[in-house]
Every structure is written in structure tokens, then in C-alpha cells.
């Protein structure tokens, strides 16, 4: 089968890539469930509004080529619109999830009107374009049988709601609670993270003490929950009405945190005007001439420089550790007309691996796209003395990448490495412009150097070698 590294399997299908297409090959049972839905209105409504990816069926031989007479057992093809870069739960920020969780309810809301439900709730079923959220796993819409519940409830509880309910009213980032299992967080684990008192936030005692309690009561009990649902005349409506409760729920909630280190870094840092106009001419200057069609932002904070790139580049991602930094770009993208632009949660010193089955079910940074050019802007001091990587070693991880590079050095004199160095052993004697200098020329041509006006900073376009 001629299709493209990365291709895979799920149980609706194989999710392929031809030609830099994405297609969804598919049973019979499947491609009739497809073709039932394909005409609804709701759904062509879906797509044409964004939050549903865009869906085509096309010929096995299309997406398969010559493969296509393999003997393959596959009854038809979908082509899927292709989501620019793939992006997962544990590198969002809080109201990118929320407004990931309300795409899925409405959907679903959508679907019942019409017999249709989703077999689960996760929300690796949802991508964002920029700042937009979409639902791509159309294989998850299925009809729903008379009588039965919403049999991806706990799935969204676990993926959606427990995290928002941690976050808004614990303040608990649940980045690494998702990054720690698949399958996020189970009745069992938070309510263990609430207090007795916490029962009385919104949506505590509902969603998770009494499913917790639940789901202690029924542990080794052989029971036919469809069964009993059925019997006791489960309806439709009262699923709706569960699924919009729960809807008016999420939209409620909230996170809004004090501060955090760096989210408020454009209000802290010691840049004169000058130097901010300097630094983003330079930036326009080598993204205009690069032209890349995705561009890596390292250490974005809230994106200014980001914004300056993007005008050159057909995709950016823009990532930082900070989740507040994260979550006020992501609110500013959405009050703006610029959407190809990704903000994204992530510790480059721990970056998000490849995991799940086989380590195939979620890819690396770097097998989702490599960029054709990196910004890396008040980043080195931070993984060189904070996380403790050696600079050859972050220049050589940053060359590996293959694209164009502009990175900034910030000298031992600036305010911000003296803050950093205050309370450390200085162990650091590969942190001056002289081995930085070095370690860049072994592993990139050095285009253009700029000091800027402090005499504390300097700028530097690279070329891959």
C-alpha cells in the first residue's frame, strides 16, 4: 500500500495519508452509517460552519492508488480536510479545552435530534485551525439505538470535564494529568483531589463524588446496565436535556488565576522601545525572506512576535510553558482575523513524546511537521540555566530540526539572567557569547548578527547547513 509514513489503524478503520491527503478507509457497515449521515442538514451545517472537519467520499482507488486491487478489506473511502498541525489535549490551555468540550456537546446535541449519537467522548477528537476548534473523527457518529444512554459520558467526564472542574476551581493545571494516562482522570483520582467542601462547586457532587461512588458500588458487579436503561425507559429527550445541562455547565466555568511567572513577561521584561521595533523588524525581515510554510515560535509568551511571523507563514505554532501566557493568546487570537496561528502548552525540556499503543498513537513534536523556520526569542537563558541543558546540546536539538533559525543570546549582565543565576550554583561556563557563538557556527551558517541597543542582547539569523 503506497501510503505515507504515519498512517494507522483505530477500530472504525484506517486513518491513511496519500500524497499529503488524509483519508479514512472504511467498512461497509461504516460507509452505510456515512452515507445515512452525509445528506443531514446539521451536519453539512457542521462543516460548513468549522466544527466539523470537511468530508468527502471518494473511490477506494483514489485514496489507494495501485493498492487499491490488493485484495484490501475495505468497502469505501473519505477524504478528510487535513488539520495543518496536530495538537493534543495535554498542550492546550484551559479554554482551549472548554471550547473543544462545548464542539463535542453540540454535536452531539445535533446528532440526537436525528437518532444519531457519539460511541465516545474523548477529546482527541477534536483539532484546532488556529483558534478554532474541529471534530474530525466522523467514524464516531453512529445511530443510537432506542433506549440507550450516552455510552461516552464517562469518557468525557474524564477528558473534558474533570479537567476543566480541576482547573477552574482548584486551580490545578491538568496538562500532566493528561500527559499521564490516555485515558485522563478517573472518577476515582478526582474526587480523591476534591475536598469534602469542594462537593459544593458547580458540578462536583453530580459528575464526580456520585460517579466515583458509583463506580465503587458496581466494581465485580455482573450487571447489564443497557439492559436495566432500556427497560426503565431511557429516553432520548432525557439524554438531550442531560447533554445540554451539562453544556450550560462547561460554559460556566471559569479559570482566572492571579499570575504566573512569565504571563505577564511583555509587562516585565527590560527591552526599551527600541529594541522591541528592532527586534520585530528582524523577525519580519527573516520570515518574509524564508516564506515558511510552518513556522515554530519557541517560548511565544503571548505572541507578539508570533503575530509578526505569522504574516509570512502559512502555519505557525506557537508555543510556551507558561499555561496563563498560552490561555491570553488563545483568547486574543480568537478577537482577531488571524487564523494560522496554534498556540500550544509545552515544556521544551520535556517535550511531548511519542505514546500510546506501539508509541504510534500520539506522535512527537517533531514527527507532527518540522519547521521551516524556528523563533527561539529570550529562550536560551531558560533552558540553559533553568532546565540545566547544555547549550551545545539545545543548538544541536535546534539544527536537527532542519530550518532557518533566528535566536536571540542574552548576555550574564541582563536583568533576567542575573534573576535566574541569583539562587543557583553558576555551573554554567558554557553560557557566554563566545562557546554560544561556536555552537551555532557548528551546526548552522551564521547569516546575520545584530546587537540590540542594551548591549545585552543579540539576534541572530541562521541557515541550516
Same mark, same amino acid.
Given at each position: 500500500?503506497?501510503?505515507?509514513?504515519?498512517?494507522?489503524?483505530?477500530?472504525?478503520?484506517?486513518?491513511?495519508?496519500?500524497?499529503?491527503?488524509?483519508?479514512?478507509?472504511?467498512?461497509?457497515?461504516?460507509?452505510?452509517?456515512?452515507?445515512?449521515?452525509?445528506?443531514? !442538514?446539521?451536519?453539512?451545517? %457542521?462543516?460548513?460552519?468549522?466544527?466539523?472537519?470537511?468530508?468527502?467520499?471518494?473511490?477506494?482507488?483514489?485514496?489507494?492508488?495501485?493498492? %487499491?486491487?490488493?485484495?484490501?478489506?475495505?468497502?469505501?473511502?473519505?477524504?478528510?480536510?487535513?488539520?495543518?498541525? *496536530?495538537?493534543?489535549?495535554?498542550?492546550?490551555?484551559?479554554?482551549?479545552?472548554?471550547?473543544?468540550?462545548?464542539?463535542?456537546?453540540?454535536?452531539?446535541?445535533?446528532?440526537?435530534?436525528?437518532?444519531?449519537?457519539?460511541?465516545?467522548?474523548?477529546?482527541?477528537? #477534536? &483539532?484546532?485551525?488556529?483558534?478554532?476548534?474541529?471534530?474530525?473523527?466522523?467514524?464516531?457518529?453512529?445511530?443510537?439505538?432506542?433506549?440507550?444512554?450516552? /455510552?461516552?459520558?464517562? &469518557?468525557?467526564?474524564?477528558?473534558?470535564?474533570?479537567?476543566?472542574?480541576?482547573? +477552574?476551581?482548584?486551580?490545578?493545571?491538568?496538562?500532566?494529568?493528561?500527559?499521564?494516562?490516555?485515558?485522563?482522570?478517573?472518577?476515582?483520582?478526582?474526587?480523591?483531589?476534591?475536598?469534602?467542601?469542594?462537593?459544593?462547586?458547580?458540578?462536583?457532587?453530580?459528575?464526580?463524588?456520585?460517579? +466515583?461512588?458509583?463506580?465503587?458500588?458496581?466494581?465485580?458487579?455482573?450487571?447489564?446496565? @443497557?439492559?436495566?436503561?432500556?427497560?426503565?425507559?431511557?429516553?432520548?429527550?432525557?439524554?438531550? $436535556?442531560? /447533554?445540554?445541562?451539562?453544556?450550560?455547565?462547561?460554559?460556566?466555568?471559569?479559570?482566572?488565576? %492571579?499570575?504566573?511567572?512569565?504571563?505577564?513577561?511583555?509587562?516585565?521584561?527590560?527591552?526599551?522601545?527600541?529594541?522591541?521595533?528592532?527586534?520585530?523588524?528582524?523577525?519580519?525581515? /527573516?520570515?518574509?525572506? *524564508?516564506?515558511?510554510?510552518?513556522?515554530?515560535?519557541?517560548?511565544?509568551?503571548? @505572541?507578539?512576535?508570533?503575530?509578526?511571523?505569522?504574516?509570512?507563514?502559512?502555519?505557525?505554532? %506557537?508555543?510556551?510553558?507558561?499555561?496563563?501566557?498560552?490561555?491570553?493568546?488563545?483568547?486574543?487570537?480568537?478577537?482577531?482575523?488571524?487564523?494560522?496561528?496554534?498556540?500550544?502548552?509545552? $515544556?521544551?525540556?520535556?517535550?511531548?513524546?511519542?505514546?500510546?499503543?506501539?508509541?504510534?498513537?500520539?506522535?512527537?513534536?517533531?514527527?507532527?511537521?518540522?519547521?521551516?523556520?524556528?523563533?527561539?526569542?529570550?529562550?536560551?537563558?531558560?533552558?540553559?540555566?533553568?532546565?540545566?541543558?547544555? *547549550?551545545?546540546?539545545?543548538?544541536?536539538?535546534?539544527?536537527?530540526?532542519?530550518?532557518?533559525? #533566528?535566536?536571540?543570546?542574552?548576555? !550574564?549582565?541582563?536583568?533576567? /539572567?542575573?534573576?535566574?543565576?541569583?539562587?543557583?550554583?553558576?555551573?554554567?561556563?558554557?553560557?557566554?557569547?563566545?562557546?554560544?557563538?561556536?555552537?551555532?557556527?557548528?551546526?548552522?551558517?551564521? *547569516?546575520?548578527?545584530?546587537?540590540?541597543?542594551?548591549?545585552?542582547?543579540?539576534?541572530?539569523?541562521?541557515?541550516?547547513?
Amino acid at each position: 500500500m503506497s501510503l505515507e509514513p504515519g498512517s494507522f489503524r483505530d477500530r472504525d478503520g484506517r486513518i491513511a495519508y496519500r500524497d499529503g491527503r488524509v483519508f479514512r478507509l472504511i467498512s461497509a457497515e461504516a460507509l452505510s452509517t456515512w452515507r445515512s449521515l452525509s445528506d443531514k !442538514r446539521w451536519l453539512t451545517q %457542521a462543516m460548513e460552519k468549522g466544527t466539523l472537519v470537511q468530508t468527502s467520499e471518494v473511490g477506494l482507488d483514489e485514496a489507494l492508488g495501485e493498492a %487499491a486491487s490488493d485484495g484490501n478489506p475495505w468497502a469505501g473511502a473519505l477524504e478528510h480536510e487535513r488539520i495543518p498541525f *496536530v495538537s493534543y489535549p495535554y498542550e492546550w490551555s484551559f479554554s482551549m479545552l472548554r471550547d473543544a468540550a462545548l464542539v463535542t456537546l453540540d454535536l452531539l446535541d445535533a446528532a440526537l435530534r436525528e437518532d444519531f449519537s457519539l460511541k465516545d467522548g474523548t477529546s482527541y477528537n #477534536v &483539532q484546532f485551525r488556529g483558534a478554532a476548534p474541529t471534530f474530525i473523527d466522523i467514524g464516531s457518529l453512529e445511530p443510537m439505538p432506542a433506549g440507550s444512554a450516552w /455510552v461516552g459520558y464517562r &469518557q468525557f467526564c474524564q477528558l473534558f470535564l474533570f479537567p476543566l472542574l480541576l482547573q +477552574a476551581h482548584k486551580n490545578l493545571d491538568f496538562q500532566p494529568l493528561l500527559r499521564g494516562s490516555l485515558e485522563g482522570i478517573s472518577p476515582e483520582t478526582a474526587n480523591g483531589l476534591f475536598s469534602a467542601r469542594d462537593r459544593f462547586r458547580a458540578g462536583v457532587l453530580t459528575h464526580v463524588f456520585l460517579q +466515583a461512588k458509583l463506580t465503587r458500588s458496581m466494581a465485580g458487579a455482573q450487571r447489564n446496565v @443497557g439492559k436495566e436503561l432500556k427497560s426503565a425507559g431511557f429516553s432520548k429527550e432525557l439524554i438531550r $436535556n442531560n /447533554v445540554r445541562n451539562l453544556a450550560k455547565l462547561v460554559r460556566k466555568l471559569t479559570w482566572e488565576p %492571579a499570575g504566573s511567572e512569565w504571563g505577564d513577561y511583555t509587562q516585565q521584561h527590560n527591552y526599551d522601545d527600541q529594541d522591541q521595533k528592532i527586534k520585530a523588524e528582524f523577525v519580519d525581515k /527573516v520570515s518574509a525572506a *524564508v516564506q515558511p510554510k510552518l513556522c515554530w515560535d519557541l517560548g511565544a509568551n503571548t @505572541g507578539r512576535f508570533s503575530a509578526v511571523a505569522a504574516q509570512h507563514a502559512d502555519y505557525l505554532v %506557537a508555543a510556551d510553558i507558561d499555561h496563563l501566557a498560552v490561555e491570553k493568546h488563545y483568547r486574543s487570537l480568537q478577537q482577531s482575523n488571524v487564523t494560522n496561528i496554534l498556540p500550544m502548552v509545552l $515544556n521544551l525540556a520535556d517535550p511531548s513524546p511519542s505514546w500510546g499503543w506501539g508509541l504510534a498513537e500520539r506522535k512527537s513534536l517533531a514527527e507532527r511537521g518540522k519547521p521551516d523556520l524556528i523563533l527561539a526569542l529570550a529562550l536560551i537563558h531558560h533552558m540553559v540555566i533553568t532546565a540545566n541543558i547544555p *547549550v551545545e546540546e539545545f543548538i544541536a536539538w535546534l539544527a536537527g530540526l532542519g530550518g532557518h533559525l #533566528v535566536i536571540e543570546f542574552v548576555s !550574564r549582565d541582563d536583568e533576567m /539572567v542575573k534573576r535566574l543565576l541569583m539562587n543557583k550554583k553558576d555551573q554554567y561556563s558554557d553560557y557566554y557569547l563566545e562557546p554560544f557563538e561556536a555552537s551555532l557556527k557548528r551546526h548552522f551558517e551564521i *547569516v546575520e548578527r545584530l546587537p540590540l541597543g542594551s548591549g545585552n542582547r543579540y539576534l541572530y539569523h541562521c541557515s541550516p547547513r
